[in-house]
Structures are given as C-alpha cells and as structure tokens.
C-alpha cells in the first residue's frame, strides 16, 4: 500500500510535465495536457502521511520536489 501511494505521487510530479515523456525503465507514457495542481497534490500527499502509506522522510522529499515545480 505504501508503494503505491509513493508511486501514484511520483507519477503524478512527473505528470506536471510538458509533453509526452515516456519512461522507459518504468514503460509510463505521459500525455501532454494532464494536469494537477500543487494544492490537489498536497492534499493527497497529507493524505497518504495520515494513513501512513509514506513516511515523514517520504513526505518531506516528496514535499520538497512539488514545492520547486513552478505554478
């Protein structure tokens, strides 16, 4: 359950990127025009520290990587 979580997280900074990224190691592909906002994905990173799917190690990073993204 934690796993997932961190790995819906990640995927979901990397989908703050422009234009179709494909990650070969991991065989995700990322469309361009999908969205999510620093609040929405804040709100799901708290989330995932309350049911402890992540740990406070885990949030402050993951944290950190959304705070640096520009708007």
């Known amino acids: 359950m934690r796993n997932s979580v961190f790995i819906a997280v990640a995927i ?3 989908g703050m990127l422009s ?3 494909s990650a070969s190691s ?3 592909t990322y469309q361009e025009g999908v969205t999510f906002s620093k609040g929405k ?3 799901d ?3 995932a520290l309350n049911s402890q799917a992540v740990t406070k190690d ?3 990073e993951i944290r950190r990587i959304i ?3 520009p708007n």
């Open 45 to 47: 990173l708290v989330k």
């Open 12 to 14: 979901s900074i990397v």
């Open 19 to 21: 234009g179709c990224v």
């Open 58 to 60: 885990e949030y402050e």
């Open 26 to 28: 991991s065989n995700l």
């Open 67 to 69: 705070m640096k993204r």
């Open 41 to 43: 994905e804040l709100d």
